[in-house]
Nanobody, 123 residues
Framework: QVQLVESGGGLVQPGGSLRLSCVAS???????????MGWYQQAPGKQCELVAA???????NYADSVKGRFTISRDNADNTLYLRMNSLKPEDTAVYYC??????????????WGQGTQVTVSS
Protein backbone atom coordinates (compact mmCIF):
# COMPACT_ATOMS: atom_id res chain seq x y z
CA GLN A 1 0.00 0.00 0.00
CA VAL A 2 2.93 2.32 0.65
CA GLN A 3 5.47 2.98 -2.07
CA LEU A 4 8.70 4.92 -2.05
CA VAL A 5 10.12 5.45 -5.52
CA GLU A 6 13.63 6.84 -5.96
CA SER A 7 15.11 8.42 -9.06
CA GLY A 8 18.08 10.51 -10.10
CA GLY A 9 20.98 8.11 -9.75
CA GLY A 10 23.53 7.53 -12.46
CA LEU A 11 27.16 7.76 -13.50
CA VAL A 12 29.00 10.98 -12.75
CA GLN A 13 32.62 12.08 -12.79
CA PRO A 14 34.45 12.97 -9.60
CA GLY A 15 33.59 16.52 -8.59
CA GLY A 16 30.21 16.31 -10.29
CA SER A 17 26.71 16.62 -8.88
CA LEU A 18 23.50 14.63 -8.77
CA ARG A 19 20.08 15.14 -7.23
CA LEU A 20 18.18 12.15 -5.94
CA SER A 21 14.42 12.22 -5.47
CA CYS A 22 12.07 9.95 -3.55
CA VAL A 23 8.30 10.15 -3.83
CA ALA A 24 6.10 8.55 -1.19
CA SER A 25 2.60 7.40 -2.03
CA UNK A 26 -0.12 5.43 -0.31
CA UNK A 27 -2.98 3.44 -1.83
CA UNK A 28 -6.02 5.50 -2.60
CA UNK A 29 -8.41 6.11 0.28
CA UNK A 30 -5.83 5.91 3.06
CA UNK A 31 -4.79 8.96 5.03
CA UNK A 32 -1.13 9.06 5.99
CA UNK A 33 1.50 11.28 7.51
CA UNK A 34 5.27 11.13 7.23
CA UNK A 35 7.56 11.93 10.10
CA UNK A 36 11.29 11.42 9.63
CA MET A 37 12.73 10.65 6.20
CA GLY A 38 16.26 9.75 5.28
CA TRP A 39 18.78 8.58 2.71
CA TYR A 40 21.00 5.57 3.25
CA GLN A 41 23.87 4.23 1.20
CA GLN A 42 25.15 0.72 0.74
CA ALA A 43 28.49 0.32 -0.97
CA PRO A 44 29.65 -3.09 -2.24
CA GLY A 45 30.74 -5.26 0.66
CA LYS A 46 29.70 -2.70 3.26
CA GLN A 47 26.79 -2.24 5.62
CA CYS A 48 23.95 0.10 4.89
CA GLU A 49 24.69 3.47 6.50
CA LEU A 50 22.74 6.64 7.13
CA VAL A 51 23.75 9.49 4.84
CA ALA A 52 21.29 12.18 5.91
CA ALA A 53 17.91 12.52 7.60
CA UNK A 54 15.28 15.22 7.95
CA UNK A 55 12.34 15.52 10.32
CA UNK A 56 8.89 16.74 9.36
CA UNK A 57 9.84 20.07 10.87
CA UNK A 58 12.95 20.39 8.73
CA UNK A 59 15.70 19.52 11.20
CA UNK A 60 18.54 17.71 9.50
CA ASN A 61 21.54 15.59 10.35
CA TYR A 62 24.33 14.26 8.15
CA ALA A 63 27.03 11.65 8.19
CA ASP A 64 30.42 13.28 8.72
CA SER A 65 31.59 12.01 5.34
CA VAL A 66 29.02 14.10 3.45
CA LYS A 67 28.77 17.26 5.55
CA GLY A 68 29.24 20.34 3.43
CA ARG A 69 28.74 18.39 0.19
CA PHE A 70 25.24 16.87 0.42
CA THR A 71 21.97 18.63 1.23
CA ILE A 72 18.81 16.84 2.23
CA SER A 73 15.43 18.51 1.83
CA ARG A 74 11.78 17.58 1.60
CA ASP A 75 8.59 18.92 0.11
CA ASN A 76 5.83 17.96 2.53
CA ALA A 77 3.09 19.04 0.13
CA ASP A 78 4.30 16.57 -2.50
CA ASN A 79 5.60 13.91 -0.09
CA THR A 80 8.96 14.11 -1.80
CA LEU A 81 12.45 13.77 -0.38
CA TYR A 82 15.56 15.09 -2.10
CA LEU A 83 19.29 14.67 -1.76
CA ARG A 84 21.50 17.16 -3.52
CA MET A 85 24.96 15.66 -3.89
CA ASN A 86 27.84 17.99 -4.82
CA SER A 87 31.59 17.45 -5.08
CA LEU A 88 31.04 13.75 -5.52
CA LYS A 89 33.92 11.38 -4.78
CA PRO A 90 34.53 7.79 -5.91
CA GLU A 91 33.89 6.66 -2.34
CA ASP A 92 30.32 7.97 -2.65
CA THR A 93 29.64 5.14 -5.08
CA ALA A 94 26.80 3.06 -3.64
CA VAL A 95 23.16 2.16 -3.93
CA TYR A 96 21.18 4.91 -2.24
CA TYR A 97 17.93 4.05 -0.48
CA CYS A 98 15.16 6.31 0.68
CA UNK A 99 13.44 5.47 3.97
CA UNK A 100 10.44 7.05 5.62
CA UNK A 101 8.64 6.68 8.94
CA UNK A 102 4.98 6.69 7.91
CA UNK A 103 1.68 6.58 9.76
CA UNK A 104 -1.13 5.10 7.66
CA UNK A 105 -4.37 5.94 9.40
CA UNK A 106 -4.28 6.40 13.19
CA UNK A 107 -2.92 2.99 14.16
CA UNK A 108 -0.38 1.73 11.64
CA UNK A 109 3.18 3.00 11.75
CA UNK A 110 6.17 1.50 9.97
CA UNK A 111 9.42 2.41 8.30
CA UNK A 112 9.25 1.92 4.56
CA TRP A 113 12.09 1.63 2.08
CA GLY A 114 12.48 2.39 -1.59
CA GLN A 115 14.02 0.03 -4.11
CA GLY A 116 17.31 1.92 -4.30
CA THR A 117 19.07 3.93 -6.98
CA GLN A 118 22.66 3.37 -8.07
CA VAL A 119 25.15 6.22 -7.88
CA THR A 120 28.53 5.61 -9.50
CA VAL A 121 31.30 8.18 -9.29
CA SER A 122 34.05 7.38 -11.73
CA SER A 123 36.18 8.99 -14.40
Amino acid sequence: QVQLVESGGGLVQPGGSLRLSCVASVASGNSFSISQMGWYQQAPGKQCELVAAVTSGGSTNYADSVKGRFTISRDNADNTLYLRMNSLKPEDTAVYYCAADIWVGPWSRSVYWGQGTQVTVSS
